[in-house]
């Protein structure tokens, strides 16, 4: 599986981005899909997964209530929607792909297939 992101930039604070992360190369609908960040100093965090038909979805405390993950089948994509964002939002988001929700969410050291990275600045 392929993985391309897109969508960050510099929002500033309050304000709402939506990224999005293009599959290709395999069966999309048999994977489920996460997004991980990694802010600068930090180690790469778990932000949120969908199920391979977007019937279940499961956040970090930090995404509830102001992050959505979506995904359209028919187009092998899945979105991040954030609002509200704030400064500790500041992060390279990645995408990732995963036959096995639990494992996505939960092992991230199992999952082969990454997206490049996309950087996220929120301003204060």
């Known amino acids: 599986v392929q993985l391309q992101v897109s969508g960050g930039g510099l929002v500033q604070a309050g304000g709402s981005l939506r990224l999005s992360c293009a599959a290709s190369g395999r069966t999309f609908d048999d994977y489920a899909m996460g997004w991980f960040r990694q802010a600068p100093g930090k180690e790469r965090e778990f932000v949120g997964v969908i199920s391979a038909r977007g019937g279940s979805t499961f956040y970090a405390d930090s995404a509830k209530g102001r992050f959505t993950i979506s995904r359209d089948n028919a187009m092998n994509t899945i979105y991040l929607q954030m609002n509200l964002l704030k400064p500790e939002d500041t992060a390279v988001y990645y995408c990732?792909?995963?036959?096995?929700?639990?494992?996505?969410?939960?092992?991230?050291?199992?999952?082969?297939?990454w997206g490049q990275g996309t950087l996220v600045t929120v301003s204060s």
């Open positions: 990732a792909a995963h036959p096995s929700l639990y494992t996505l969410a939960r092992d991230a050291s199992q999952i082969d297939y």
